[in-house]
């Protein structure tokens, strides 16, 4: 196999483990924010906010536990390690194929 092919996987590879591994930042903000009670009025706040809410938008209310801190955790938290999970496994298919 050529050198550029192998080249091209390992840098889509790095470029597809960036992305889970921001999507992940993300969420992880989202929650330590809700946790600290962050002022939502602020500009990196509110679009980390919303930013997380869109990533999260698949797991919206999966956990309805009574308490806020376990309900964000939980709701945020879970898709934050699934995009890593995913992302990871995607990029190490890719640099063995």
């Known amino acids: 196999m050529s050198r550029n092919v192998r080249n091209g996987r390992s840098e889509a590879a790095k470029v597809i483990v960036v992305i889970a591994d921001l999507t992940a930042v993300i969420l992880g903000l989202w ?3 809700a ?3 962050a002022n939502r009025a602020n500009d990196l706040v509110s679009w ?3 930013a997380a809410g869109w ?3 698949w797991s919206h209310d999966l956990f309805t536990m009574d308490t806020a801190w376990v309900r964000t955790v939980l709701n945020y938290g879970l898709p934050a390690v699934v995009y890593l999970l ?3 496994f995607l ?3 890719i640099r063995r194929v």
């Open 31 to 33: 929650i330590l924010f």
């Open 35 to 37: 946790l600290l009670d």
């Open 48 to 50: 980390v906010r919303a």
């Open 55 to 57: 990533l999260a938008g």
């Open 86 to 88: 995913i992302g990871h």
């Open 91 to 93: 990029a190490a298919r």
